[in-house]
C-alpha cells in the first residue's frame, strides 16, 4: 500500500489546508497538498502520497545506510571471511 | 531520480544480501506488512537474493485487497445511481464486489473516474456541483491524512456534493491479530515505512513487547528492505524485539504529528471488516459526527451488508502468512487478473497477482 | 457562412461531404490515384514484389499533444507497422470516424497534420472515406488507416524466423508516448516535458536491410509497451527471450511519471520504438547502422532468443535476478494506495 | 466468469486483447497470413496484375437490420468498392472500434456474419486491429474495412472512361437497404418486409468482363444513393448524363417508405446495386449478362451519357419532362410537414 | 400504390395539359398555396407541361417556411438546456435562426430529436417522465388537429412534463393578405387539399367572392394539380370566380368536423408573424387558456422576440408571388441549401429549394 | 405543406383519442390515429397526415377525374380539333 515518490518543492502558494507545492518528479511537475510538512521550504524533497506531502526528506539519514555499508566493507577488509553457514550463498540465478 | 535510484543500487544490495547471509544462523519467517513492500520483493527479485533459510510471507497491507465485498457493492451501486458520479484510484477497479466490479459497472453505464488524489475529487465536487462526486476512500494510515484533508477542505468549501465511502483500516491491530492466530509463523514484522511516516513508532512498542518480536520500519526500494531484513535477523540472531527505523530518512519516531491531527480531527477508530480476515476491532477508522453529513453510507442511506467470500479463495490464509500464493488451488487456473476469484490477485500490490505477474507458472 | 463544425450531414453523401472532400482531404492528400475519385484506387506493383497489408484505428486522447497528433499518430502508426514486416510504405487509406460537433479548424489541422506525415514517410493516401456520427457516439474524431508495403527482399521478416541465440536490439528508450498522453488525461493530469516519440522506422529498418542485416524479426513497441511486444514474439516465435533490464534506457522525466504513478514503463506505448532481432554475431553492426537511422535514443542490444520455454520472456532485474514479464490484463491503471 | 461485455482492459494490448483474438476473431477469420500474427499481413501478387484499394467505415445503426448486419455490411461494401474498380477481391483488413459494454455476444455474432460474408465473397481478412472507447464515445461497434483486388485486365474501367453515347445500365431496384434501416430509427420505426439488398457484386463484374463487354466505368449506390452516384461521375468524368425515371425499379414498399417519410428513392442507400457503363451497343448484352449474375431486381438500361453539361445529370420524369438530378445537401430528413 | 400511382399516369396528365391548352386564351397567373404542390410541379415538371399562358406562382404554404426566426432561436434555446428534449418534424432541423438551426444546436450539445408524428413525443414524455418534452409544432390546418390530438392525449395521461412550441398559421387569412396587396398579380388559386379536407371550403366562398377569385381545392399529384388548374383556367377564361373542389376523393364540403373539434377544443385564434410576410392579424393558432400548461413558451418563461430578416432575402416577395426564386439575386450563389439565407431555401418543400433542387442552375 | 399519404386499414383498436389503425402504406405499416375518422372501417383507405387519419378516401369520387378524361376523350373523337391558341404545344421538352 501507500506508493509515496520523493519529488523537489519548486514553489509554494496557498496556506492552511490549501497550502500547495509544485514539485517535480525526474522533471515532471505535480500540484502537491503541503498542509501536512509546514516545516517544508523551497527545494526541500518531499515524499509524496495521493497528492499529499507526508514527510520532507532528511538528507542525512539518507546517506546513513550508505556509511553502514563503506563501515562493513572497511570491517571485512580488515576481518578475516564469516563462517559458512547452512544456507545457500546469495548469488542471483543466472 | 534522486532518493530513489540510489536505494535500488546492484552493488549496495548484494553487500545487504551477503551480510544477512553471513548473520543468519538459523530458518526466520518475515512478514512485510505492506502491498508495495510484497510488489517491490517480487519485481526486483529480493527474496531470491536471500538466503534459504529467511522466508518473507506476505502481509495483510493492501488496502485494495482487503477492502470487504459489501463495499465493493455498496460503490458499484452508488455508481451507477444517476448523477452520482464515483470517484475511486486506478487500483480499485477491478476488485471484484459479489457480482461485478467497478470497471465492469461503468461499461455497463455507471459513472466511474480514476483520479490520482481524494482533492483532484473534491475538486471536482466544486467544479460540478448538480452532481454527487462519492470518492471511494480506501487506505491505511498514510492515506487517511490525504482522505482526512478532502473532507476538510470540501467543509472548508461548503461543498453539500461531496461525501466519501470509506474503507479505512489500520496496521496495528491487523499485526495483534496476526500474532494472536494459533497458528501464528511470522518472527519478525518490516513495518510498513509508509504508515510509519505518518503515524511514527510509538504504537508498535507494546505489541512487540508483548508478542516478543522485532518490528523494523521499512522502506520500499530494494536497499531499504534489505536493510530492514537485516535489521530484523540481527535483533532475532541476538535474541531481541524492538522496534527500530531502518527508514530514517523520511520516518521519526513520533511520525508526523500534523497529519496525525487531521487524521484525529475527521476520523475516529471503529471495528472494520477485512476481507479475508473477518472482523478485527478498532482496526478501522470511520467519520467523527460533526463529519457524518460526508458519509456516502449515510448519505445514500446503503446499508453495506457483509457478504460470504468465495469458497475457494484462501486469501485469508495468504494475508495472514500462513501460505504463499502459488499454495492455493485456483492460482493461475480459475484464478487469474482476468477473472480474480479473490482480491489478492486484483490490486497490483495484492500477493497473489504479484506472483501471478512475476513469477514463472506452469501455463494456463 | 461556412460551417465551423461537423454536421450530420457532412456524412451523408451530399453536398457537404463533397465540400469535405474538396475543401479538406483533396487539398492535403492530392496525387493521381486520389483524384481519379473512383470506388478505390488503382495501384501498379512492380514485379516480384511482395505486399505488406496493415490496419489501425487511431483513437487517442486528447487529440493533440506533445510530439504529434491524431493524424500523424494515424500515419506514423501504419507505416511503422509496414516497416516492422520489412516493407517500404508506399500507400495509405484512411478512413475517418467524426463526431457531430467536431470543429472544422480541429478537423483540417489533424488533415494537415496526416499530409505532412505522409510526405515525410514518403507514403501516399490513395483512398479514403468519411462517416460523421452523432454527438455522443464518436470522441472528435477517430482516424483508421490501412497500408500497403513493398517487400523488396526475398526473406521472411516475422516472428517464424527468429531463432535461439538471435539479439534483440531496442531502437530507443521507451515509455515516451503512453507517458506524454498520460500527463494530459483529465484526473491524472501532470505538467511534463515528455514528448511522443511518434517518428517513422523505415529509415532505419531500410537501413539494416542495406547494411546486410539478416534481420530475423522487427516490432514496434505500441500499445502494451516492450514487455507485450517481447512477449508476443516469443509466444508466436515459440522460443524464449531473455533480456536484461539495465539496459533498456528510460528517460528521467518518463521515470518519473512512473513512479508516481505506480506504472512499469515496459508496459507503456511507444510510437518511434522497436526491436529487432538478428543472428547475434551481426549485433554491433545492427546497432550502429540503428544507431545512425532510428529515430530517438541509445540503440542496445537488450538481451538473446534463449531455450527457455516457449512464449516465456525473463528480465534479469536491476539486482541481477531473473523474473518473468507477464501480459497485462488491459492498460495499466494508475497504482496510487 | 468469462468476460460478457468489452471492457476497456479488451483493448489494452494485454492479456484480454490476446483473448479477444483468440476466442473470436481467430477461430472466424483463420487463414495463414493471420496466423503469422505479425504486424501486417505478407501477400504474393501474380505478376501483371494491377491493385485495387480501397477503404470504408461502417457505423450502421442498428448493428441487426432485415437482410444483414454491420458485419456483413463491412465485407460487402469493401468488397464491392473493389468490383467497381474491375477487381477480383481478394484481402481485407478489419479494423474494429467497441464500446464498452458491448456485448460479447453481438461482437461474436459481428464477427461470425463478416466471416461468411467475406466467404461468401471470396476474400480473406489478413490483418486487423481492435479498439475499445469508453462507453459514450462509440455506437456499440463500427468496422473499417480497407481491401485489396486484383484487376486482371488491361483496361481502366473509371469516371474517365466514360464516353457520351454510352449506355448507363442499373443492376437492380433501389432503396431497400437505407429503407430497411430507416425502418428500425427510433421516432420514425415502421413495420416492413422490406430487406436490405446486400449482396456482393463481383460475380455480376466478372460476368461482364468475361463476356467481353467492354466496361467504361462502374459504382454502387451506396450512401447518397443512385442520384448521387450518377452525379459524381457526370462530374468526375465531365459528361452530362440522362436517365429515364421510369424505368428505374422501386418495390412497392420502398414506394411506400418513401411516400409516407417524403423522401425520394433516388438517394436512398444501397447495398448491393449499381450502374455500369459501356458502349451502346453493348447495352442489350450487358443486361443479360447482368441479369444472370447480379443480386437483385430487374436489370434495366437506364439512360444515356449525353453530350449537355459536364457534371448534369437530367432525368426525364414519368410525365416526360426533365430536370436536373442534384446532389442532396446531407442525408435526407423526412419530410412530413 | 393506389390512390397515387394512377394520379401519376402520363397519358392522363398530358391529355389535361391538352385541355387546358385548349381552354386558355390569354395569360394567366395562377397560385398554388401549398409548398407540397410546388413540390410536385417542379419534381414532375407539371409547369412544362403548361401552356406558356399559365403562369404558376407559388404560395406561402410551407409551415417550415413561414415559421419566425424568433421561434426558431426559442426553439434552439430550450434544446440546449438541461433535460430538456426537442422533438420535432425533419424539415425544420435545417431552418436557420438569427445565429444557428436545430442540426447546429444539435452537434453542439443540444438534444434534437425528429419524430414522425406529435404523438410520437407523447409516447416519449410518457416513456420518459424525467425529461421534459417540447414538441415544435409547427403547421397549418391540417396539423393542428394532430397538434391538439397529441395535447388532449398528454393532457387525459396526466403529463406534466410535454409542451409545445407553437407556430400555427391559418391559410385564409393569408389568401386574404395576399389579395389585398396592392401589387398582387394572382388570379386564381389552387387551395392546398389537405387543408381543405379538414377546414372544408366554408370559408374561401367569402374571399372568392370580396376579391372574385376562383379558388380551386386541388390535390399533390400530378394529375390532381394539372386538374385543378384546368377547373381555375375554366373559371377564369368563363369570367367565374367561384370556390370548387379538384379534389373530391377526401375533400367535402364541410370538412372533417370531427378533426375540427379537437382542433377548437384546444386552440383559438391568434394573430401570427409569418416569415417573410410579417404579422397577420388572426392568422394563427395559439393554446387555449385551459391548455396553457402546455404552452412552452410560458411554461419556460421564453419570450419569442421578434428580429429582423437578412437583407438580401425576398423571401416574401416570393412567397406573395410578385417573384420566382430565380428572381433573388443570392439565389443559388449566396444562397444554397447548405447555407440558406432563408427559410424557402430550406425546408424541402420551400419554393427556392425546390427550385434549387429540380431546376438546372448556371454552376456555382 | 401537409404531407399526407393514402394508406388501407388492416386493424383497429383503442377508442376516443387513442383510437387507432395499423395502416398499410403499398406493403409497410404503421400505426395512424383514428380519432377524428371515426366512420372509418377495415380495409377502408384512409388519408394520413403526421400520423393522424384526416379523412376516409370515397372511391367513387377517386374516379371521377377519370371518368371526365373518357368523357372528354369520347368527346374529341366526335368533335373536330380545337383552334390553335397563342400558347406553344403542350408536349414536354425531349
Ligand atoms: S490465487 Fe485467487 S483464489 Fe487463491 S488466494 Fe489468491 S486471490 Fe484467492
Ligand atoms: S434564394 Fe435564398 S435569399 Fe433568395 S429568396 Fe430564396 S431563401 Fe431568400
Ligand atoms: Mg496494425
Ligand atoms: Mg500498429
Ligand atoms: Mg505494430
Ligand atoms: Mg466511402
Ligand atoms: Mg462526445
Ligand atoms: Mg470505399
Ligand atoms: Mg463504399
Ligand atoms: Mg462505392
Ligand atoms: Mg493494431
Ligand atoms: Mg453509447
Redesign the pocket.
Known sequence: MCLAVPGRILAISGADFFRTARVDFGGIVKEVNLACVPEARLDDYVLVHVGVALSVIDEREAAEVFSYLKQMEELAELAPPPPVDSSPPATPPS | MKFVDEYRDAPAAHQLADAIARRVTRPWTLMEICGGQTHSILKFGIDELLPRAVTLVHGPGCPVCVTPVELIDAAIALAGRPGVVLCSFGDMLRVPGSGSDLLTARARGAEVRTVYSPLDAVALAQREPAREVVFFAVGFETTAPANAMAVLQAHRLKLRNFSLLISHVLVPPAIAAILSAPDNCVQGFLAAGHVCTVMGLEEYHPLAAQFHVPIVATGFEPVDILRGVLDCIEQLESGRAEVTNAYGRVVREAGNPHAQAVMREVFIPCDRNWRGLGVIPHSGLTLREEFASFDALRRFDLAAVATATAGECIAGTILRGRAKPPACAAFGTRCTPEHPLGAPMVSSEGACAAYYRYRARSSP | MAHAEITLAHGGGGRLTQQLIERVFGPAFRNPALDARHDGAVLNVPAGVRLAF????HVVKPLFFPGGDIGALAVT?TVN?LAMCGARPRWLSAGFVLEEGLPMETLERVVRSMADAARAANVEIVTGDTKVVERGKGDGVYINTAGIGWIEQPGTIGPAAVRPGDAVVLSGDIGRHGMAILAQREGLAFESPIVSDCAPLWPAVEALLAGGIEVHCLRDL??GGLATALIEIAESARCGIAIDEAKVAVTEPVRGACELLGLDSFYVANEGRCVAFMPAVQADAAQSLLARTAPGGPVVSIGRVSGGPAGQVTLRSVLGVERVLDRLSGEQLPRIC
Open positions: 496493415t490496419t489501425d484505428t502508426g507497422d505500441t500499445r
